[in-house]
């Protein structure tokens, strides 16, 4: 696919129609559809969108060549972890469910034993992708908008909290690469049966997911916890 860069000028049917991966960005943005033939620009000042802010999610988010450092490592914290937060919210509510529903259908459609190991495996790492979620909004999160906000501000926080980026980093691991396991196991070992189209289906899902959670974890490895270090480090500074 020829990579084209988003501009503010482009009309957001257009950006559509060239990759239809954009869709499920607009609603992480608050962007519905029915938008007729208005340009990004007009749509990020209508919603109060930072056009910049959502030119680099867009564009790092279907290129994976596109990823400007200096850019990146200037945008604020708050408006990274909404983006993230919202990108969550879409695989807890929307993307889990629907894979769950996809194997519950593969399981009722396939007689076969191997299923069950299937079912178990799929479980245990929507397991593993909940906690590593959650512990990402009700801790690491929650303290990177403190100090974002203690930034904003004068005084610093830092002495009285026990918890850094640090921490974050060394217990950030991989949630994508179970679902490559789980991929090959579709693609490669699981035999063949009567499933049809439905095995289609769920791996054309669990790709899509996959491309997803990849982007969201290099935002965070390389943008977001080199940006809260900045924080933290100006904060220590401050005292
Ligand atoms: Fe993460």
Redesign the pocket.
Known sequence: MAEIIITGEMKLSDIVESDKRALVLFPRFGIELGFGDKTVADICTRREIDLQFFLLMVNTFLNPDYFPDNQLRGVDVDMLIGY?VESHNYYLEEKIPYLQSLISGFKNKVDHPAVVQLEKFFDQYIEEVTD??AY?DETAFPYMAMISAYQKKTDSPLGQVDYSVNIFEDR?DN?QEKLSDLKNLLIKYFPPANDRYIRIRMLNELIDFEEDLIN??RI?DKVLIPVVKQLEKQLRLKK
Do not use: G, S
Request: glycine content about 0%; charged content about 20%; proline content about 0%.
């Open positions: 993230l590593h979620l990402e950030h949630i969201h974890a965070e």
